[in-house]
């Protein structure tokens, strides 16, 4: 079955520890990308990645790190997590570029205390 | 300033009633796209619009893209309360994509 895969659904932290949330997809896309929705600010993009090893940043990226090194995995990093970091992820993954149909994977939600 | 302005932001109306929901914006995309969500999960596609005056159908819902291709409006004929969600516009812009807040939309049964 086509799908993106999120790991973990639910976290519960506390500020400054450091995490990763791990995404995966098994349609051979080029496109992934990490969005965070929180109410009244909508899906906002936080990075994205063209390709192996080609990533950018989207509309909110600061403390947010991401790696792309296999086609399949772009997992998310939080370095020191604070609570404004408090939101539900989605993770996402195109065939090639912005303009394609976005797979999205079933959502994070982080909570950081 | 929301590169994509959606309205309303909550619409909350009885089975069987038509309605329209509006993406609209001050610039030209070369494509919009319409997705739904529903509580808990990711947005899934209903349609991509690519030429200026398009239309597009799908069973219940028609999309229009503007004829200058910075505005769509999502139409519902005979709302169900299947059709109850989160209607969100998107657009890419220098290959990020871009979301409007859009619309929540709750069918009275």
């Known amino acids: 079955e086509a799908q993106v895969t999120q790991n973990p659904r639910y976290l519960i932290t506390v500020t400054g520890k450091k995490l990763t949330v791990t995404c995966s997809q098994n349609m051979n896309h080029e496109y992934m990308s990490w969005y965070r929705q929180d109410p009244g600010l909508g899906l906002r993009q936080i990075y994205y990645s063209m390709n192996v090893e080609v990533t950018d940043k989207g509309d909110v990226p600061e403390g947010y790190k991401v790696s792309r090194k296999e086609k399949r995995n772009f997992p998310l990093i939080l370095e020191s997590p604070s609570p404004n970091q408090t939101s539900l992820y989605f993770c996402?993954?195109?065939?090639?570029?912005?303009?394609?149909?976005?797979?999205f994977g079933p959502g994070t939600r982080l909570t950081v205390t | 300033t929301q590169l994509l302005e959606q309205s309303p932001q909550f619409l909350s109306i009885q089975e069987g009633e038509n309605l329209t929901v509006y993406c609209n914006s001050s610039?030209?995309?070369?494509?919009l796209q319409w997705y739904r969500q529903e509580p808990g999960e990711g947005p899934v596609l209903l349609v991509t619009v690519v030429t200026g005056g398009e239309v597009k159908k799908l069973k219940r819902l028609t999309f229009q893209f503007g004829d200058a291709r910075k505005d769509s409006s999502l139409h519902i004929t005979a709302a169900q309360p299947g059709d109850t969600g989160l209607y969100l516009c998107?657009?890419?812009?220098?290959?990020?994509?871009?979301f409007g807040k859009g619309t929540r939309l709750h069918i009275l049964p």
């Open positions: 996402a993954s195109s065939w090639s570029g912005a303009s394609y149909e976005q797979y």
């Open positions: 998107a657009v890419n812009r220098d290959d990020k994509i871009i």
């Open positions: 610039s030209v995309f070369s494509s």
